[in-house]
């Protein structure tokens, strides 16, 4: 009998050390929240506005609504007389919501093009044979990106040519100086 209120025992014991262990999280939250500057929570809730708008306005709801709007405004414009106002209503609205897109658009491209970059450098990383050197390729300038370019072509032109895998091959074991 001593076994089975002992292990009745534990679980109490066990939830007291999670909700310890959330206490002490949840207070540690808070100082860090505290901490933070104004730049870093605008920044962060404009992250998550604008990872939200991106799924929201991506959908085929949105396009619907879009198109139904331009439908009324289109229905609208024998009541108006086609007026210059009428078509003012339609030109203002679209380019301030163009504007605004743009910058949503911005925000999330950046940042998923940003995870992208990660997760290939970790990839790159973690292949042995793999060259280090093109893990920092959006740091390259244009004319060191076309040189990069052109070694790539001339593998690819070498591997069709020989059949062969050229996939751990040195880039100076395959460009020869042209005679």
Known sequence: MANIFHARALPVLRENRVTLVNHTQTEKLKEHQ?????????RDAFRVFARHSAVLLGSAWAFAGAVLVILVWLLTGPTFHFSDTWQLI???ATTIITFLMVFLIQNTQNRDAKATQLKLDEVIRALKMARNELV??????????KKLEEQFRQLRAKAERDG???RHVEPSE???PRS
């Open 34 to 42: 505290q901490e933070r500057d104004i730049f870093c929570v605008v």
């Open 90 to 92: 339609i030109n203002t």
């Open 136 to 145: 920092d390729l959006e740091d390259l300038s244009d004319e060191e990106l």
């Open 164 to 166: 062969k895998n050229l």
């Open 174 to 176: 395959i460009f020869e």
